[in-house]
């Protein structure tokens, strides 16, 4: 078997739906499934959580993104599973809506001017 052969991933296999976590690596997602379980002792439900490293082929996931997940082949030392398809799409940045990018006020330069307006506006009030 090749080492750039395609990931298959059986009809029975199973299936998972969770959240990408981070994608910062080429073509490796993490995800991250969250669950709440009873505790076997004291009966209070506790939320638990799987980390998994998955395979995405055509790096078409990104951070924020509901996934469906399905278990395959070995693909390197921690990926053991593959996205099947994107449930839900993470919203998209307000930078990335308008298609430019937003100033960002600097507060250090702004703080002496907002406090001598406000100053200013608080006398005029006074009298």
Do not use: F
């Not at 073509?27 to 991250?32: F, I, P, S």
């Not at 009966?43 to 078409?60: F, S």
């Not at 996205?83 to 930078?95: D, Q």
């Amino acid at each position: 078997m090749s080492r750039k052969s395609p990931v298959v991933i059986p009809e029975k296999s199973p299936r998972l739906i969770g959240m990408v976590d981070r994608d910062v690596q080429d073509r490796t997602r993490r995800v991250v499934i969250s669950y709440s379980a009873r505790h076997p002792r004291y009966g209070k439900y506790v939320r638990k959580r799987t980390v998994l490293q998955i395979h995405d082929e055509t790096n078409d996931s990104h951070a924020g993104d509901r996934v469906e997940i399905a278990e395959c082949r070995p693909v390197s030392r921690t990926k053991r599973w593959a996205l099947v398809r994107i449930v839900e799409r993470a919203p998209m940045k307000a930078e990335m809506v308008y298609g430019e990018t937003v100033k960002v006020k600097d507060p250090l330069k702004d703080a002496g001017k907002t406090a001598t307006k406000s100053a200013a506006t608080k006398k005029s009030v006074k009298k």
